[in-house]
């Protein structure tokens, strides 16, 4: 592998994936022993509070770590999204003479990786693509926690990725055999329209005389006594803990000499690259640091009142394509539902075999690996990637949002058909408790936008946040557009809540707070109300994260504590909304699944009208 100890963050650096990550400690000795900033001290202190060496691999926590494994599968993906990374930043900016991106995706994997549905997803798409600079090593060990993998598992692995379009050797009972090893390895690099996979049986626990090739040694350690007796397997001193000799430090320490003089080769070529190709160099550097030029957003299109209604779901098209010139390194696209979330980068093809330039991904029906792959898009560098699909359908991607948020990734999730306002479609289509849960998870920023004005600050903030993920959460139904002249300006998005409409006098009977296509429904009610003698304040409330953040003196400006009325409207879960509107108000939301019907009549059907709104705003008001 090509790696610098000494500089863990060099970009053309192999990339190493312990897809299997309860191994973890197998990484963690041997960057230990090649030269990375992990100390004896630190293996000593494997999964202890407060140490470098967690129970299974973190991203930004360890050096030399590439992404956070844990559950099977998702290092796997992350890889082929990183091999993606590779093979659209060499086609962009390598010469004939300059391979200055050249670099390859090495995962470590195991029977559990393979086992998980979502491995499937990842091998299909990387052998479509033929992204030759990937390479798996599969540790065939036929053991898992409950007993020998033959309980439940005896696919022809060889034969399911050879139909994937993979290069496969399998090495057959070869765990030993450090050559055959090596061979596999320089066979693996020679084939470039393939990705490989080398299959190579091997022996849990081996030398261990009680415990090899049992479920034990894989589920717990092996303990003090066998611990011994496998050290004599070995001719290791039975006596000697956390021992490196000198020979092995020695050794090992060649890597960081050899690292030091891969990056200085690299250097230099790039430097030569940068003389004959300035423009292409700097450009790299763009993409490495995506630092927003100036002016970046200025042709998003401003929206008004006399234009049509429109779905916050066609603002991403408008969105991605006034600012796609100006972020050359913006990336993405949608499982198969392009035409429905409106992600198209107009001015690019589709990323294809052959076709690597492109910016457009087109992920087939596979939610799962489209979100694991972007993060890995991500932790490459030099792309910032985008992801989308209806909102119901995180329900199979939710493990790979949610290590996207442990790592603080900044991938943008499209997620489109927002409520049950898609009608038609159904229970099993309409998405009820899945705000109430992204809400809840650490690190995700929500925004779901009332109008089109809201949608494209969405985009802007979400294009801002570099810190995290962002989910934008946007309608399928076409929504009015608000008059800016009278109503509060869309910028508010970017603090996540804002007084869309005041009130008439100086202070408030109630607020009624809304998100999405149910702030249409809170300003009627405002104009009702009045008529009633309520005067009502309309808060558009698109991110309770961003609003989360502001300075104390702005949030309760928008929210003043001494106003106990409040009523939340939102066609979802009501779960965490006691938030905002305290012990004294109340929500209008959905505690059940949605029903197949147009729909106006299901919101007819669930209170999330303007009527039920006026009507509860008082007996609030009231009380």
């Known amino acids: 592998m090509h790696y610098n100890p000494a500089n863990p963050n060099w970009f053309n650096r192999d990339r190493f994936v312990l897809s299997n990550g309860h191994a973890s400690m197998l990484q963690y000795a041997v960057l230990h022993l090649v ?28 050096p030399g770590i590439e992404t956070t494994t844990g559950p099977l599968g998702q290092g796997f993906m992350n890889a082929v999204g990183m091999a993606i990374a ?53 540790d065939d060990n036929h053991i898992t926690i409950e007993g020998n993998t033959s309980l439940t598992y005896s696919d022809d692995v060889a034969k399911r990725f050879e139909a994937y379009h993979w290069h496969v050797q399998n090495l057959g009972d070869k765990g030993n055999e450090i050559q055959s090893i090596s061979e596999a390895f320089t066979n693996a690099k020679e084939v470039a329209d393939k990705p490989s996979l080398i299959i190579l049986r091997t022996h849990i626990g081996y030398g261990s005389p009680n415990k090899q090739d049992t479920s034990e040694a894989h589920g717990s350690p092996l303990g003090a006594e066998e611990v011994k007796l496998a050290k004599k397997f070995y001719g290791w001193p039975e006596d000697k803990f956390f021992w490196v000799p000198d020979e092995v430090k020695s050794h090992m320490n060649v890597a960081i000499e050899k690292g030091n ?9 790039f430097d030569d690259y940068k003389k004959e190709y300035p423009d292409l160099a700097n450009q790299l550097n763009e993409y490495l640091q995506q630092t927003l030029p100036e002016g970046w957003d200025s042709e998003i299109p401003v929206y008004h009142p006399t234009d049509k209604p429109k779905a916050t779901r066609e603002i991403s098209s408008d969105v991605i394509n006034a600012v796609t010139a100006h972020l050359p390194w ?5 499982a198969d539902l392009e035409p429905s979330t409106k992600t198209l980068i107009k001015s690019s093809g589709y990323f294809e075999k052959g076709k690597y330039v492109n910016r457009n991904m087109d992920w087939g029906i596979r939610e799962h690996v489209m979100c694991a792959a972007s993060s890995g898009m991500s932790l490459h560098g030099g792309i910032r990637s985008y992801a989308a699909t209806f909102f119901i359908f995180t329900d199979y991607a939710r493990p ?3 290590l996207a948020c442990i790592m603080k990734l900044p991938v943008i999730f499209v997620m489109t058909h927002d409520s049950i306002g898609l009608g038609e479609d159904g229970t099993t289509h309409q998405p009820v408790e899945h705000l109430a849960s992204f809400r809840a998870m650490p690190g995700m920023c929500v925004i779901r936008p009332a109008d089109a004005n809201e949608a494209a600050y969405a985009w802007r903030a979400a294009i801002q946040n570099t810190k995290g993920p962002t989910m934008l959460v946007l309608s399928r139904q076409k929504l009015p557009i608000f008059d800016r002249n009278i109503l509060g300006p869309a910028d508010g998005v970017i603090r996540g809540a804002y007084v869309l409409s005041k009130e008439q006098g100086n202070n408030p009977d109630i607020i009624l707070i809304a998100t ?44 003043p504590l001494d106003i106990k009325a409040r009523l ?41 009208t303007v009527k039920n709104i006026v009507s509860t705003a008082k007996k609030l008001v009231m009380k």
């Open 35 to 62: 030269g990375y900033k992990i100390t004896l001290e630190d293996i000593k202190n494997f999964r202890q509070w407060g140490s470098i060496t967690p129970g299974h691999p973190e991203y930004r926590l360890t």
């Open 86 to 138: 590779e093979a659209h930043l060499a086609a962009t900016f390598n010469t004939k003479e300059y391979n200055i991106i050249d670099h390859f995706t090495y995962v470590f994997c195991s029977d559990g990786d393979f086992m998980e549905g979502a491995s499937n997803e990842a091998a299909s798409i990387a052998g479509h693509f033929g992204l030759g600079k990937l390479i798996v090593l599969y």
């Open 330 to 334: 913006l990336m993405g696209g949608s």
């Open 261 to 269: 003089e891969l990056e200085e080769k690299w250097k230099k070529k």
């Open 568 to 608: 939340a409207v939102e066609a979802a879960s009501p779960q965490g909304w006691c938030e905002w509107v305290g012990d004294y108000g109340k929500v209008i939301g959905i505690s059940e699944f949605g029903s197949s019907a147009p729909y106006k009549e299901i919101y007819e059907h669930y209170g999330i």
């Open 516 to 559: 999405g296509s149910e702030v249409q429904l809170i300003l009627e009610a405002q104009r009702e109300l009045k008529n009633e003698s309520v005067d009502a304040r309309v808060v558009s409330m698109p991110s309770w994260d961003l609003f989360r953040i502001q300075e104390l003196e702005y949030r309760d400006k928008v929210l």
């Open 400 to 402: 790979a949002i949610r």
